[in-house]
C-alpha cells in the first residue's frame, strides 16, 4: 500500500506489508532524472556510455575498523564536458532509496552539470549507505544500523574520492590534490557537504550546500512557519481556525464532542488525539513539494481550494470561518482515509500507540532516515509552542515521534527525549551548527523552504555571507536552486541570481585551488577571461 499523502501518517497497517511506518517528509533533493545518452562524445572522441549505466565500489563497512570488510556502493558517471584536470563534481541524494532517479544531477539540468560544464568537469551521483541496494550489513534490524551515523557517511565520500577508479580516460589518477573535486548536496546532502568540509578541510576544493539543514533541532516546529508566512492568507486563517476548535474539543474532555469530532474526519473510534492530528496535518507537509514549476495543481494547493473554493467563489482573506473549513477539511480527510484503511477498525489503521515496527526488510528509507533522527539530528516536526499561532494542532509534540524511536527500535533509545536531545547537542558540538565557517562553501537557501530556520539563512540568525562562504537567500522553496529549469520559471528572478553567482565564485575557488596545487585544464577560462592552457 503507499498512503496519497506520500510519507506523511504513521499507519500501523503498514506493519503487515512490511513497511515499517511512514513519518514526515525527509528533507530530500528533488528527483531529477536523466535521458541516456548515447551519441555524446569526450574530449578524446570515444562515444560515452549511457548516462544511466550503473558502477560499483567496494566501500568500507566500518570506517573505524576495516577488517570488517567491505560492501558494493553504487554509482553513476559521466564525462561529457570532463577537460583532464578539470574538476570532479561529487553528490549524493542523501535519504533515498531509488538514487537511479536522480542520474538528471549528472547533467546541466542541475548546478551540477551548470559548473561541470563551465570548469571541463565529470560528474559523479553515489548512492548513500543504507539507502536502496547500499545495505553495509546486509538488512536493517537495529543491530545493523550501528553504522547509519553522520561520520561514516562522511567517510564514506573520504575514501571514496580517494580510492575510486573512474571508467573515464585517466579515471584513475583523479584524486584530490591531483585534481579539484567538488561536493554538492541538497538538503540533509547539503548539511552533509556542510558538515564534510568541516571535518575533512582540504579534501574538497568547494562546496554547494542547497537547503543545507546544518542545525541539528530537537523540537524543529518552526518547520511550518515558512509555510504559514508565505501560503494564501484565507488557508492560513481557516486551518488555524479549525485548529484551535480541535484542540478546544479535546481539551474539554467531552467525549461525546471528542467522538462526533474525529467523526468529521471519518476517523470515528480513534483513540488518542496525537494520531487524528498527525493524520489532520498530512495535506501541510505537501508544501515541500512546491517549487517555480509545479503550478496551482499541486496537492498543497488542491487541499486549501477544497477549503476556500465555495460554489466556484474564492473566501476572502479571513477565510470562510470554522463551519465551512470543518466540514470541508472533514470532507477531504474521509475520502482519503476511507481508501487507505478500508474495513480496518480506525484506530487499528492509525495508532502509533502500543505498536512496535522493527521490520529490517530493506530497502526502507523512512526507517533508515528515523534512525539518525532519533540518533543524531532531530527535525521533529510538531506544534508551535503557547503564544504562537500553529498551523498543527498543539496535540502534535515531540513525544509522539519519540514514541516512535521506541516502535522501531526497541532498547535502542529507553530514555525517548533526554536520548534525542543529546545526539543533537552532540552533533552541534562536532559539525558546528549554525556557527559552521568554511572556505569555499556556497550555501543556498530559500526563503519559502519550510526547512529554512534548520539552514544558515534562519530567519534573526543573520549570518554574515563573504566572498568565501558565500550565503544567499532565494524566494525559492526547498532545493529549488539546484534545478536549471527553476530558474527560467521563477519569476523573481531571485534563483537565477543565485544559479549566477554560484558558478561565479566556483570558478574564483576552483582557479585559486588549481594554482595552489599546479593544476592546468586546457579550453578553460580563467576569472580574467584568458584561457588556462598547459
Not at 513519518?23 to 578524446?44: N, Q, W
Not at 542520474?103 to 542541475?110: A, E, I
Not at 582540504?202 to 504559514?228: C, H, N
Not at 480513534?270 to 493524520?279: G, K, L, T
Amino acid at each position: 500500500m503507499a498512503f496519497s499523502w506520500k510519507v506523511l501518517v504513521p499507519l500501523a497497517f503498514f506493519a503487515s506489508t512490511a513497511t515499517a511506518v511512514l513519518l514526515p517528509p525527509r528533507p530530500s533533493m528533488e528527483v531529477i532524472t536523466a535521458d541516456d545518452l548515447f551519441s555524446v562524445t569526450d574530449f578524446s572522441g570515444v562515444s560515452l556510455p549511457s548516462i544511466n549505466k550503473t558502477y560499483y565500489f567496494d566501500q568500507l563497512i566500518d570506517h573505524n575498523n576495516p577488517r570488517l570488510g567491505t560492501w558494493k556502493q553504487r554509482y553513476w558517471h559521466t564525462w561529457e564536458w570532463y577537460k583532464p584536470g578539470g574538476p570532479i563534481i561529487l553528490t549524493t541524494p542523501g535519504e533515498v532509496d531509488n538514487t537511479a532517479l536522480y542520474t538528471g544531477y549528472l547533467t546541466n539540468k542541475t548546478i551540477n552539470g551548470q559548473i561541470a560544464q563551465q570548469e571541463g568537469g565529470a560528474t559523479i551521483v553515489l548512492e548513500h549507505r543504507y539507502y536502496g541496494e547500499a545495505q553495509p550489513l546486509g538488512d536493517l534490524a537495529t543491530k545493523n544500523l550501528r553504522f547509519n551515523t553522520i561520520e561514516q557517511a562522511i567517510a564514506d565520500l573520504e575514501y571514496f574520492a580517494k580510492n575510486v577508479k573512474l571508467a573515464m580516460p585517466g579515471g584513475s589518477k583523479v584524486q584530490p590534490g591531483k585534481a579539484p573535486w567538488v561536493l554538492i548536496g541538497g538538503s540533509y546532502a547539503g548539511a552533509l557537504t556542510a558538515w564534510t568540509m568541516v571535518a575533512k578541510p582540504g579534501l574538497f576544493a568547494a562546496g554547494y550546500a542547497s537547503s543545507a539543514v546544518v542545525q541539528a533541532i530537537g523540537d524543529f516546529w518552526r518547520y511550518f512557519e515558512p509555510i504559514r508566512e508565505h501560503m494564501p492568507k484565507n488557508c492560513s486563517a481557516d486551518i488555524q481556525a479549525v485548529v484551535t476548535h480541535f484542540d478546544k474539543v479535546v481539551a474539554s474532555g467531552n467525549k461525546k464532542a471528542i467522538n462526533a469530532l474525529y467523526a468529521t474526519f471519518g476517523l470515528e473510534g480513534a483513540q488518542y488525539a496525537d494520531d487524528v492530528a498527525s493524520i489532520l496535518r498530512g495535506p501541510i507537509f505537501e508544501w515541500q513539494d512546491l517549487g517555480p514549476r509545479t503550478g496551482p495543481n499541486a496537492g498543497f494547493y488542491q487541499f486549501c481550494d477544497a477549503l476556500e473554493v465555495k460554489n466556484g467563489v474564492s473566501a476572502p482573506a479571513k477565510g470562510w470561518g470554522l463551519d465551512h473549513a470543518l466540514k470541508a477539511w472533514g470532507d477531504y480527510t474521509k475520502v482519503i482515509v476511507k481508501s487507505q484503511c478500508g474495513d480496518w477498525p480506525i484506530n487499528d489503521c492509525i495508532t502509533s500507540h502500543g505498536v512496535v515496527w522493527d521490520d529490517p526488510t530493506p530497502p526502507n528509507a523512512g526507517r533508515s532516515w528515523l534512525y539518525m533522527v532519533c540518533n543524531e539530528v532531530g527535525y521533529l516536526q510538531d506544534s508551535a509552542p503557547p503564544g504562537y499561532p500553529t498551523l498543527i494542532s498543539r496535540q502534535m509534540q515531540p513525544e509522539y515521534e519519540e514514541r516512535l524511536c521506541r516502535s522501531l527500535f526497541p532498547g535502542k533509545f529507553p530514555l525517548w527525549g533526554p536520548d534525542i536531545e543529546a545526539g543533537v547537542a552532540r552533533t552541534n558540538a562536532i559539525y558546528h551548527g549554525w556557527d559552521l565557517h568554511v572556505d569555499h562553501l556556497f550555501f543556498a537557501n530559500g526563503d519559502r523552504d519550510p526547512w529554512r530556520d534548520a539552514t544558515v539563512s534562519a530567519k534573526g540568525l543573520n549570518v554574515r555571507s563573504t566572498p568565501q562562504q558565500r550565503i544567499m537567500l532565494s524566494q525559492g522553496f526547498h532545493c529549488t536552486d539546484m534545478n536549471t529549469a527553476n530558474a527560467a520559471a521563477d519569476t523573481t528572478g531571485t534563483i537565477k541570481a543565485v544559479q549566477v553567482q554560484a558558478l561565479a565564485d566556483m570558478k574564483r575557488w576552483l582557479k585559486e585551488y588549481r594554482r595552489q596545487h599546479g593544476i592546468y585544464v586546457q579550453g578553460v577560462l580563467d576569472v580574467e577571461g584568458e584561457e588556462v592552457v598547459e
